[in-house]
């Protein structure tokens, strides 16, 4: 039982590049998020899901894209880098009612 | 748009003092959680205590909760140094889907425990 698993750990980008975030949780969680966390801001919601083929946007959404085919697998598209993006990425999946279970995060810099 | 605060948002004490963060939020709540983040990790899940309960205990963790007054509180008691992180708390947000409310998280309380 791995839980939520990300990947990359890390990674470096130049402004304009695309690249997609992987986020897969074996726990058979109906509900999967994506936050970024940036210092002093605290946690702030990307996109979320409540099942396959369901996503819906949150506090931040601007610049990302997400899918979710499978109840499995929830990955974060950016889709033209930019230095504000500049963050650690946390996926998260849960159970309803109960906590969330986040994975180890993605640190993304864009210069 | 954060729902909870968490206050005071740095702490300092010695190891086996009691430490006491504080939460508060605006609007009517189903839940609220608090997390623990250790510096470079993922948050993890401590506690979630329902709107309906004014208490509840984990191991050396105690958790109030007041819909009247909208605040929460986390309280660690004989504290250690491995206690040393940041402590989130998260309540329902304004993001809900099928009847159930994706939480959104306050900025935090970071806690330094002395050895």
């Known amino acids: 039982n791995a839980g939520v698993t990300q990947t990359p750990k890390f990674q470096v980008l130049k402004t304009g590049q695309s690249m997609t975030l992987q986020c897969a949780q074996d726990?058979?969680?109906?509900?999967m998020s994506w936050y970024r966390q940036d210092p002093g801001m605290g946690l702030r919601l990307i996109h979320y899901?409540?099942?396959?083929?369901?996503?819906d946007q949150g506090e931040v959404p601007n610049g990302y894209n997400v899918s979710r085919s499978t109840t499995e697998d929830f990955p974060l598209r950016l889709l033209s880098a930019a230095p504000s993006q500049t963050s650690v990425y946390f996926c998260?999946?849960?159970?309803?009612?109960?906590?969330?279970?986040f994975g180890s995060g993605t640190r993304l810099t864009v210069v | 748009s954060q729902q909870g605060e968490e206050d005071p948002q740095a702490l300092s004490i010695q190891e086996g003092e009691n430490a006491t963060m504080n939460c508060s939020y605006k609007t009517s709540i189903n839940n609220l959680q608090w997390y623990r983040q250790n510096s470079g990790r993922g948050l993890v899940h401590l506690i979630l205590i329902r709107s309906n309960e004014r208490e509840k205990h984990s191991g050396r963790l105690r958790v109030t909760l007041d819909t009247s007054k909208k605040s929460s509180s986390l309280l660690i008691t004989a504290s250690r140094a491995a206690d040393t992180a940041s402590y989130f708390c998260?309540?329902?947000?304004?993001?809900?889907?099928?009847?159930?409310?994706?939480?959104?998280f306050g900025r935090g309380t970071s806690l330094i425990v002395h050895p």
């Open positions: 998260a999946s849960r159970d309803r009612g109960l906590g969330y279970t």
């Open positions: 726990m058979n969680h109906e509900y």
């Open positions: 998260a309540t329902d947000g304004p993001y809900a889907s099928g009847g159930s409310y994706i939480p959104t």
């Open positions: 899901s409540v099942g396959a083929g369901i996503t």
